[in-house]
């Protein structure tokens, strides 16, 4: 059976994938600061991603065979989002470098972005 690819078109919404990890701060802070202020710093801040536009397609969190800091590949949570523009997901990468009530994200954990489109042969554009 043939299957014909045509050129790719840049979607609307655009499709991000945020690559996360935590990094030695996360590891070397106090239980109670990653459960006090580390955690729902983070969940702030994906409520300020939606406020951006950013629509959650889906999440994969590989921590079911591995412990630490990661290595290869050196990133253990994937987080899927439809967003309006590459303007909104460079506003969520900042929202990571703001200090609110006294932590910065970036402290903890490292994100980068990837944008790509849905897999023509799976998902219907």
């Known amino acids: 059976m043939a299957v014909e690819f045509t050129a790719p078109e840049i979607p609307s919404p655009l499709r991000v994938i945020l690559l996360g990890a ?3 701060g ?3 802070a ?3 600061e990653r459960r006090e202020k580390v955690l729902p710093r983070f969940r702030d801040i994906i409520t300020e991603w939606e406020g951006l536009g950013a629509k959650v397609l889906a999440t994969i969190d590989d921590d ?4 630490g800091e990661p290595s290869t590949p050196d990133v253990t ?3 899927i989002f439809e967003v309006p ?3 909104a997901v460079a506003g969520m990468i900042q929202c990571l470098r703001r200090t609110v009530d006294g932590v910065r994200l970036d402290r903890y ?3 980068e972005a990837r944008f790509g489109r849905p897999f023509f042969l799976l998902e219907k554009v």
């Open 64 to 67: 079911l065979f591995m412990v």
């Open 85 to 87: 523009s590459q303007a």
């Open 22 to 24: 935590a990094t030695q």
């Open 30 to 32: 106090s239980d109670e």
């Open 109 to 111: 954990i490292r994100i």
């Open 26 to 28: 996360w590891f070397q």
């Open 77 to 79: 949570w994937y987080l």
